[in-house]
């Protein structure tokens, strides 16, 4: 039976005999002595096979990389020059008394420490990559995070109820996917993009105190940060009120930073209203490291000559904004190109700049193509709002506010850490007052921008029906370096109240009463006031790993095609499964 991982492996465990289990991470042949790094879950130990011992020195030379051994021996210190500070085990290796082969091995298609994989390689052998250190740390600081939510909401009395995996299409967001049903022909399940409306029922139900750590599913377009399946951290409470919530979050927030990583988050976090959010950072999720605002320009561009400041800015859905960027003087044609063409993944159809080189030369002291369209006032006003200083750059967008504040946010951000003006750490905060509902343009409606059972601001219910473009809602969204990391609100629990939003929404009674009639039907029973957030447990615990994408802190992730290399899925399935499910494929290309 084994006694110890081989990773905890030190000092205190000198002249002390182990049983270890592991892979042969590497094997070394040293004048006739063999070193194996044996590896698990913990980390590496160095066990000598040393020659004397003839039974298990003839076992040693058969060992291959990833072979997987048993291990019996003493503890002593490493020769003197061989210590290993990276290494837990580094001052001590163990001098092999029994070994034994539990399984050979292929080759691998890589080494473990190989850190220039390509990501289909990993994926198609994840089972193999798992075996990373890399990966072990990320899946057990996954563990960790997951363990200190549940620690700390079992403490407050949250109770842990599942909801159903096979549940009803709601197509309010996201595509669904769907599950065909066979006993009920020509029927779906859609899987949950989240269990919404199952956690405000269990609030009508009385539960008070509820949360999940759940699968949800989304068949939409992939990016680093999305994966069909993803799990989220998923809260509802009676009787508190926004201001509550958020409080309460930000405390399990710091204390999850704290138990699994002992970082300390500045607390308490700002809380900025979308509107100075969008204005100031062209984001909902600003990155509050990057020191850099947006200006206003909009009010002195209507008259000017340079038409596309003017034309933008007498629309009124238009803005025109500029970015300064200090020491931004001396970035090249070539580097203004790049961020031109950055701009334009956005929809900016270009990137006009401003270097200031001299001030106190006025406009001779200035370098731009379209200097000469601006008035001297316009040029003063520029230089005054944004605090230019000599060697500095600015940038501008003029578009439709929303192209505008897609394009120089971006760029913000961007630019900040490429000039190295981030800052070090975590910068968490609140976007708060958030808009109850965004126009879509291609539909010609308006749309909920969280979603239709978030409860309006007070004072703001009447607006849902005459000015629904002013009403704002009682939305909070947590926001970490940049990045959306939960979003809750305030829930609507008043039947009146969420028929009204349905029909700001243009769902009609009949298209209300077929999708969520259920829902309706619960509020009029005594729904109580209530609310909760959702964290996307996949992101939070990638941002604390430092690693740009969600699959690597999943065991099992999918491709940003939506596929899984190892096991071949989505696949093909045969024609009598079809048949009991009363599908027929038409034919494809």
């Not at 193999?128 to 960790?144: E, S």
């Not at 405390?251 to 700002?270: G, R, T």
């Not at 031109?340 to 370098?367: C, D």
Request: proline share 5%; charged share 25%; net charge negative.
């Amino acid at each position: 039976m084994r006694t110890d991982y081989c990773g905890l492996i030190d000092t205190k465990y000198l002249n002390r005999t182990v049983t270890l289990y592991g892979w042969v991470h590497r094997r070394r042949d040293h004048g006739g002595v063999i070193f194996v790094d044996l590896r698990d879950r913990e980390g590496l130990v160095q066990v000598v096979c040393d020659p004397d011992n003839a039974d298990t020195f003839g076992i040693a030379e058969k060992i291959r990389n990833e072979f997987v051994l048993k291990v019996e021996g003493r503890v002593r210190h490493r020769p003197e020059g061989t210590v290993n500070p990276n290494l837990v085990s580094g001052e001590i290796e163990v001098l092999v008394q029994s070994i034994e082969i539990l399984n050979t091995s292929l080759t691998p298609p890589f080494l473990m420490d190989d850190e220039n994989l390509s990501e289909s390689v990993r994926l198609e052998h994840r089972y193999l990559d798992l075996r990373r250190p890399q990966m072990q740390a990320n899946l057990r600081l996954r563990y960790k995070v997951a363990m200190a939510i549940r620690v700390f909401l079992d403490q407050r009395g949250f109770l842990d109820v599942e909801t159903p995996v096979l549940t009803k299409s709601t197509p309010e967001g996201a595509r669904d996917y769907l599950v065909p049903s066979r006993v009920n022909t020509g029927h779906f399940f859609a899987l949950p993009q989240s269990p919404q409306l199952f956690k405000q029922l269990l609030m009508v139900a009385g539960f008070d105190r509820y949360y999940q750590i759940t699968k949800c599913f989304r068949d939409e377009d992939l990016r680093a940060d999305r994966q069909p399946e993803f799990t989220q951290i998923d809260i509802e409470t009676s009787f508190l009120n926004e201001a509550q919530i958020m409080a309460l979050m930000e405390e399990m927030i710091c204390d999850v930073f704290k138990s699994a990583m002992n970082i300390d988050l500045p607390n308490p976090f700002p809380q900025l209203p979308y509107a100075e959010a969008m204005s100031c950072y062209g984001s909902d999720k600003p990155d509050l490291r990057v020191p850099l605002v947006l200006t206003e320009l909009t009010d002195v561009m209507r008259e000017v000559e340079f038409k596309v400041f003017r034309e933008a800015a007498q629309k009124p859905t238009g803005r025109v904004a500029a970015l300064l960027l200090p020491g931004g003087g001396e970035l090249s044609r070539k580097e203004i190109d790049d961020y031109t063409s950055f701009v334009a993944i956005y929809g900016a159809k270009g990137l006009a700049y401003i270097k200031v080189n001299a001030l106190e030369k006025g406009a001779e002291g200035l370098q731009s193509p379209i200097l000469k369209f601006l008035p001297e006032n316009v040029i003063n006003i520029i230089l005054e709002r944004t605090g230019a200083q000599n060697g500095d750059l600015i940038f501008f967008g003029a578009d439709k506010a929303h192209v505008v504040n897609e394009a120089l946010g971006a760029l913000r951000a961007k630019a900040g850490h490429d000039r190295g003006l981030a800052e070090p750490g975590w910068k968490p905060l609140w976007v708060i007052d958030f808009p109850m509902f965004e126009r879509d343009e291609e539909e010609n409606r308006w749309k909920a921008l969280h979603h239709p059972f978030t409860a309006p601001a007070d004072g703001h219910e009447d607006l849902l029906e005459s000015d629904p473009e002013k009403a704002l809602s009682k939305a909070y969204d947590m926001v970490l370096n940049g990045s959306e990391i939960g979003g809750g609100s305030v829930r609507i629990h008043r039947q009146e109240v969420q028929s009204k939003v349905f029909q700001a929404l243009n769902i009609g009674a009949d298209e209300a009463q077929e999708k969520f009639g259920f829902l309706l039907e619960a509020l009029q029973y005594g729904a109580p006031p209530h609310g909760g957030i959702a964290f996307g447990l996949d992101r939070v615990v990638a941002m604390m790993a430092g690693t740009e994408s969600i699959r690597d802190v999943i065991a099992f992730p999918k491709t940003q095609r939506a596929q899984c290399l190892l096991t071949h899925a989505p696949s093909t399935v045969g024609e009598k499964q079809l048949r009991e499910l009363h599908i027929k494929l038409r034919h494809m290309q």
